[in-house]
């Protein structure tokens, strides 16, 4: 079945860092990918996506790149801010059953001034 | 513009209570719908999906149930709590006809607390 592994936490770096997690995932046929933000106490939003191969989704300053030859859809950010503060899940989204999302166990990020 | 609306946003129940948390869209029409669970500190876990009217999926063998009465409707209910029913549950749905490309909408969230 699909899975999504993604860098453990807590990740915590100071304001004007540059960030970068981990998503690889295992899925067959050609998954959708997203990334999607936490904040504290509330439900997960879209961050970005991507949907084929070799696509690259950006928001907000934050990049990843859909790469098919190592299966992976690394989150980045130049410089984070305080803001970004906030728990980071990758996702496939296969498609057959109703397109079901698969997600990783989220990164929590701390941004400290 | 489309909405997502679930309740409520706290509960804390006695183990072998009965639950039911509802989710309401709005703005759109044949939404998929889905029922995610989140334990503390993990990611999420796909609980019922749901295509239309009438139909559910589920993904885990457990004690919750699901029902979708109307179309923009979507329940979720268990006759008996068990302490491991402790989590934050999210509704979200999605536009049918995207295929696999379009995202998840998620609702705020139900935090549940089995006592």
């Known amino acids: 079945g699909n899975s999504v592994t993604q860098m453990e936490g807590p990740v915590t770096l100071s304001e004007e860092a540059f960030l970068t997690i981990n998503c690889t995932y295992t899925?067959?046929?050609?998954?959708?990918l997203f990334w999607y933000v936490q904040y504290p106490g509330e439900g997960l939003q879209l961050l970005l996506k991507?949907?084929?191969?070799?696509d690259k989704g950006s928001n907000k300053g934050f990049e990843a790149t859909y790469r098919k030859e190592t299966t992976s859809f690394h989150l980045e950010k130049g410089s984070v801010q305080v803001s970004d503060s906030a728990v980071y899940f990758c996702?496939?989204?296969?498609?057959?059953?109703?397109?079901?999302?698969?997600f990783g166990d989220g990164t929590t990020l701390t941004v400290k001034p | 513009s489309q909405t997502i609306h679930q309740w409520p946003a706290t509960l804390v129940q006695p183990v072998g209570s009965p639950l039911s948390l509802e989710c309401t869209v709005e703005?759109?029409?044949?939404?998929?719908l889905y029922w995610y669970r989140q334990a503390a500190g993990r990611g999420l876990q796909l609980l019922f999906y749901?295509?239309?009217?009438?139909?559910i999926s589920s993904e885990v063998p457990q004690n919750l149930s699901a029902s979708r009465p109307q179309d923009r409707q979507f329940i979720l209910s268990s006759k008996k709590l068990l302490l491991s029913d402790s989590g934050f549950y999210l509704c979200?749905?999605?536009?049918?006809?995207?295929?696999?490309?379009?995202?998840?909408?998620f609702g705020e969230g139900s935090r549940l607390t089995v006592l």
């Open positions: 979200a749905w999605s536009v049918p006809d995207r295929g696999n490309t379009g995202e998840l909408f």
């Open positions: 899925a067959t046929g050609y998954p959708s």
């Open positions: 991507a949907t084929k191969a070799d």
């Open positions: 996702a496939l989204r296969g498609n057959t059953n109703a397109g079901k999302s698969t």
């Open positions: 703005g759109t029409s044949n939404p998929n």
């Open positions: 749901s295509v239309g009217i009438g139909q």
